[in-house]
């Protein structure tokens, strides 16, 4: 990643020269000045098709072991928790120039080579995803299967879902899941909109047409237990997972100012919340306790949910191709940091000596990241490297061949999502936001002094244009008046900078009055709150990721 410049102390007309570039390249922080063309309209659509997908199928199930009331509030929550660690992000990218934030050039200001653990973190998610697509398809084709007169046929294997995943593996994943463009799954995303809206429509129908003579127990207060709760929440965090393209959408959108961000973050995390509920309550009142974490596997042969099961299907055939490349590339991108590491390791005092002597040029002039301005990047903002064929096929095929062996043998919806939930979903939407922002917004940091810095030229900037007056050597005096004149032009000198300074506390003094002022960005609250917040945000994940492994795997999971 390239564009990234340290920040040291530099002499002063170096950095004037550069003031006025820095604050508009970097921040972009006024209306208008995006990196990119993308609508907040588009940019919101965008974040909800990457919110909403297998979650959606199995947030009825969690709902069941917390009650009616405790769902609905923890639904909320952890819709609350995600939008503060995309809010986080979009705070993250004024540091860095407008149109190339980024996980890795993030990490670059704060913790180089930390990017290995959020390509680990999108590794596992999207490894885990791949499988709980693939169980799903084992779930599904044999029922649609039936629907469509398999049992008259006596062939047996068409009920058994081993078949469904080795068929579908070696006909379309193995297929789709070498070709390095994905050019051809362009209109992925308007089969997952139509299944997901399909979907949300067919639960609902359901719930007000079948009858709840067999339907099991249904809990608007109580709930089952610490342990089934634990299990189930890892669930709700996975469904809002949507961290990994933040960034694309800082860096996409036409007007990034902190109002228009929030704006998106908001409603997609809105919508989310509220489909999410709304299949929770259908689908729980539905079925009762009697739920099972596929809650489309559980509906009765009829053509609307047949329709339904086919479009699910489509929708996970086209997603894990679509797994599978970030997957690769993450993988690649953390073989190759590893690689870097114990490479730096093995040079020992020989090779910090010689960084040293190499960056000991202008503060300032030294490029942070490695490269020409030319680099190209990946949609996670890495360094793009080309991965060599042998490479390439060697990561493809570990990653699908392990996805396929893992669908085998687990068919639990519920286990695979929690697993994936306590792990990659809450390391990229919980730990990985606040613990960079806690570093970044340090105010001994030199990238948040020189942020600060580019908040008090902009906001001052007018005061100090105005503060110019005219021509004071208007006239052509003689010999005679110099002395005078230059006297008199002194003492305006000195009434203007009086007047000025004057200007600039009173414009201070305004501004920090002005500043409790609620305001709808939030840019009103300090941000010693927001630091004191992340940090607490990052304890809260950590906290998450270990109390939901250790149940999940000591105290049992989804069965």
């Known amino acids: 990643m390239t564009g990234y410049w340290t920040f040291a102390d530099a002499t002063a007309s170096s950095r004037s020269a550069s003031g006025d570039m820095t604050a508009q390249q970097r921040r972009g922080r006024s209306p208008k000045l995006g990196g990119g063309h993308a609508s907040i309209i588009s940019s919101d659509i965008n974040l909800i098709n990457t919110i909403i997908g297998a979650g959606t199928l199995a947030m009825p199930f969690a709902?069941?072991?917390?009650?009616?009331?405790?769902?609905?509030?923890?639904i909320l929550?952890?819709?609350?928790?995600?939008?503060?660690?995309?809010?986080l992000q979009s705070?993250?990218?004024?540091?860095?120039?407008?149109?190339?934030?980024?996980?890795f050039a993030l990490s670059q200001l704060t913790y180089p080579g930390f990017g290995i653990v959020f390509d680990l973190a999108i590794a596992v998610?999207?490894?885990?995803?791949?499988?709980?697509y693939l169980i799903i398809i084992g779930d599904l084709m044999p029922?649609?299967?039936?629907?469509?007169?398999?049992?008259?046929t006596g062939w047996v294997f068409l009920d058994d879902r081993r078949f469904w995943i080795t068929l579908f593996f070696l006909v379309f994943i193995i297929p789709s899941s070498f070709p390095k463009k994905l050019e051809s799954l362009k209109y992925a995303s308007m089969i997952a909109l139509f299944s997901i809206g399909y979907l949300i429509l067919l639960v609902a129908y359901h719930c007000a047409v079948d009858s709840r003579d067999e339907?099991?127990?249904?809990?608007?207060?109580?709930?089952?237990?610490?342990?089934?709760?634990l299990s189930s929440l890892p669930l709700m965090i996975f469904g809002y997972t949507c961290h990994q393209n933040m960034f694309s959408i800082v860096n996409e959108i036409k007007d990034n100012s902190p109002k228009s961000l929030l704006t998106v973050i908001a409603s997609s995390i809105g919508s989310a919340a509220a489909i999410y509920i709304l299949v929770a309550l259908t689908g729980y009142f539905t079925f009762g306790s009697n739920i099972q974490p596929n809650i489309i596997a559980m509906y009765p042969a009829s053509l609307a949910s047949t329709i339904g099961k086919a479009a699910i299907v489509a929708l996970v055939l086209f997603g894990i191709p679509l797994q599978i490349h970030p997957c690769r590339n993450s993988i690649d991108a953390a073989l190759r940091a590893s690689k870097e590491f114990f490479s730096r390791r093995g040079r020992g005092n020989s090779g910090r000596a010689s960084a040293s002597s190499s960056s000991s040029g202008l503060p300032g002039n030294q490029p942070l990241l490695a490269g020409n301005t030319l680099t190209k990047l990946d949609s996670h903002g890495n360094p793009e490297v080309a991965m060599s064929d042998c490479r390439f096929a060697i990561i493809t095929s570990g990653i699908i061949i392990l996805s396929y062996l893992t669908a085998l043998n687990v068919s639990s919806l519920g286990d695979v999502l929690a697993y994936v939930g306590a792990t990659g979903s809450t390391t990229i939407s919980f730990i990985l936001p606040g613990w960079l922002y806690y570093k970044?917004?340090?105010?001994?940091?030199?990238h948040h002094q020189r942020l600060t810095k580019e908040d008090d030229d902009a906001d001052y900037s007018d005061s100090g244009s105005s503060s110019v007056g005219g021509d004071p050597e208007a006239g052509a005096p003689g010999p005679s008046r110099a002395a005078g004149l230059e006297a008199s032009v002194g003492s305006l000198?000195?009434?203007?900078?009086?007047?000025?300074?004057?200007?600039?506390?009173?414009?201070?003094l305004q501004a920090k009055r002005n500043k409790g002022a609620f305001r709808w960005d939030l840019e009103h609250i300090e941000a010693v709150f927001w630091r004191r917040a992340a940090l607490g945000l990052t304890i809260y994940g950590l906290v998450v990721m270990v109390v939901c492994l250790v149940t999940i795997r000591f105290f049992g999971g989804h069965h």
């Open 63 to 74: 709902m069941s072991h917390f009650g009616v009331a405790l769902g609905v509030v923890l």
């Open 77 to 87: 929550w952890c819709g609350l928790t995600s939008a503060f660690g995309l809010y």
């Open 91 to 103: 705070r993250c990218a004024r540091y860095m120039e407008t149109g190339k934030a980024s996980f």
């Open 125 to 132: 998610k999207c490894f885990g995803v791949s499988i709980s």
């Open 143 to 152: 029922a649609i299967a039936k629907a469509l007169g398999s049992e008259g």
């Open 215 to 229: 339907r099991g127990d249904v809990n608007l207060i109580t709930w089952d237990g610490p342990v089934a709760a």
């Open 440 to 446: 970044i917004s340090d105010p001994k940091e030199v």
């Open 493 to 508: 000198h000195s009434i203007t900078g009086m007047v000025s300074s004057v200007t600039s506390r009173f414009r201070a």
